[in-house]
C-alpha cells in the first residue's frame, strides 16, 4: 500500500507545470517534542522564491536542502495555475497537495480571510506574527518556541543586510500581481524534519519595487493568511528529490539563494 502512495506521489508531480522549466537539472499525526530535546540557533536561511526559510544548526543537508526545493517547486506549480487574487485559497490548497506529493505532510493547517487595522502594514512584522501563530500550534517547551521564532526574527532581520539576497527576493515577489510572503522555521525532532510555514497573500496594486521593510498601502487590498505545519515523508520524498530537481531545472539556482545568519 505504501509504493503505491509513493508511486501515485511521484506520477502527480510528473504532472504539474510551472513557468520557464529548462530540461537540465538544477544543483542540488501530531508532532511533539518533550523537554529534553535541543533546537540549535540557526547558521542559514535561504530565500525560496516568495518565501524565506531558516534552518537549525543541526538540520541535515538532504532535509535543507529538500524542504527548499518542494518549497519552490509548490510555490511555482500554485503561481501558474491560480494567479488571481481571487484564487487565494485555491493557490493555498494546490500548494499544499504539491508539498505533500513532494513529502512534506500537513498535520495542521488553516487559511482564512485577513483583516489589518489602518491603511499600511510592514509586511514583514506582519507575516511573522502569522509564524508566531503557527509555532504556538506546535507542541513544544516554551525556550524551543521562542528558539523557533527568534530563527525567523533573525532571518527576516539579516535579510535586510544582504543586498543580493534581498533583491532576488523581491524579483521573485514582484515577478506578478499577486504577491505572496512567507516565512517558515525548518527544524528536526527525533531525526524527522518538520517546517512551520505562515504566510500572507495579496496583490500589489501599485508599481512600487519595494515590499518588505517598508510600510506597504493596504487600503482596498484583501489580505489572506496561511499557516501550516508540514512533517517530512522521508520514504517519498527520497523517491521524490530527482523528480523535483528535473522539475525545476534553472530555477532552482536563479530563485534560492542562501545567506548566513
Same mark, same amino acid.
Given at each position: 500500500?505504501?509504493?503505491?502512495?509513493?508511486?501515485?506521489?511521484?506520477?502527480?508531480?510528473?504532472?504539474?507545470?510551472?513557468?520557464?522549466?529548462?530540461?537540465?537539472?538544477?544543483?542540488?499525526?501530531?508532532?511533539?517534542?518533550?523537554?529534553?530535546?535541543?533546537?540549535?540557533?540557526?547558521?542559514?536561511?535561504?530565500?525560496?522564491?516568495?518565501?524565506?526559510?531558516?534552518?537549525?544548526?543541526?538540520?541535515?543537508?538532504?532535509?535543507?536542502?529538500?524542504?527548499?526545493?518542494?518549497?519552490?517547486?509548490?510555490?511555482?506549480?500554485?503561481?501558474?495555475?491560480?494567479?488571481?487574487?481571487?484564487?487565494?485559497?485555491?493557490?493555498?490548497?494546490?500548494?499544499?497537495?504539491?508539498?505533500?506529493?513532494?513529502?512534506? *505532510?500537513?498535520? $495542521?493547517?488553516?487559511?482564512?480571510?485577513? &483583516? @489589518? /487595522?489602518?491603511?499600511?502594514?510592514?509586511?514583514?512584522?506582519?507575516? +511573522?506574527?502569522?509564524?508566531?501563530?503557527?509555532?504556538?500550534?506546535?507542541?513544544?517547551?516554551?525556550?524551543?518556541?521562542?528558539?523557533?521564532?527568534?530563527?525567523?526574527?533573525?532571518?527576516?532581520?539579516?535579510?535586510?543586510?544582504?543586498?543580493?539576497?534581498?533583491?532576488?527576493?523581491?524579483?521573485?515577489?514582484?515577478?506578478?500581481?499577486?504577491?505572496?510572503?512567507?516565512?517558515?522555521?525548518?527544524?528536526?525532532?527525533?531525526?524527522?524534519?518538520?517546517?512551520?510555514?505562515?504566510?500572507?497573500?495579496?496583490?500589489?496594486?501599485?508599481?512600487?519595487?519595494?515590499?518588505?521593510?517598508?510600510?506597504?498601502?493596504?487600503?482596498?487590498?484583501?489580505?489572506? *493568511?496561511?499557516? $501550516?505545519?508540514?512533517?517530512?515523508?522521508? &520514504? @517519498? /520524498?527520497?523517491?521524490?528529490?530527482?523528480?523535483?530537481?528535473?522539475? +525545476?531545472?534553472?530555477?532552482?539556482?536563479?530563485?534560492?539563494?542562501?545567506?548566513?545568519?
Amino acid at each position: 500500500m505504501q509504493q503505491l502512495y509513493v508511486a501515485n506521489c511521484i506520477s502527480a508531480l510528473q504532472q504539474y507545470e510551472i513557468d520557464e522549466v529548462p530540461t537540465i537539472q538544477g544543483r542540488g499525526v501530531a508532532l511533539t517534542l518533550n523537554s529534553g530535546d535541543a533546537v540549535d540557533a540557526p547558521t542559514k536561511a535561504a530565500v525560496v522564491g516568495e518565501g524565506l526559510l531558516a534552518f537549525s544548526a543541526h538540520l541535515t543537508d538532504d532535509n535543507r536542502t529538500d524542504a527548499q526545493n518542494a518549497f519552490l517547486f509548490a510555490t511555482l506549480v500554485a503561481n501558474k495555475k491560480f494567479p488571481l487574487e481571487s484564487q487565494g485559497l485555491e493557490w493555498y490548497l494546490l500548494f499544499r497537495e504539491v508539498m505533500t506529493n513532494s513529502g512534506w *505532510t500537513p498535520v $495542521t493547517k488553516y487559511y482564512n480571510d485577513l &483583516e @489589518v /487595522a489602518g491603511t499600511s502594514v510592514r509586511m514583514d512584522k506582519l507575516v +511573522l506574527e502569522i509564524l508566531g501563530s503557527v509555532v504556538a500550534g506546535l507542541a513544544v517547551p516554551g525556550p524551543a518556541t521562542a528558539l523557533m521564532l527568534k530563527t525567523a526574527g533573525d532571518a527576516i532581520a539579516a535579510l535586510k543586510k544582504r543586498d543580493t539576497a534581498l533583491t532576488l527576493y523581491e524579483r521573485n515577489l514582484l515577478n506578478h500581481g499577486v504577491g505572496g510572503i512567507t516565512a517558515g522555521v525548518c527544524t528536526e525532532v527525533n531525526g524527522e524534519a518538520i517546517m512551520a510555514v505562515g504566510a500572507v497573500r495579496f496583490l500589489r496594486r501599485n508599481t512600487s519595487t519595494k515590499v518588505m521593510f517598508v510600510d506597504v498601502d493596504i487600503r482596498n487590498v484583501k489580505l489572506y *493568511t496561511g499557516e $501550516t505545519i508540514f512533517a517530512k515523508n522521508t &520514504e @517519498v /520524498a527520497d523517491k521524490a528529490r530527482m523528480a523535483i530537481r528535473t522539475k +525545476l531545472g534553472l530555477n532552482v539556482v536563479s530563485k534560492i539563494e542562501e545567506y548566513e545568519i
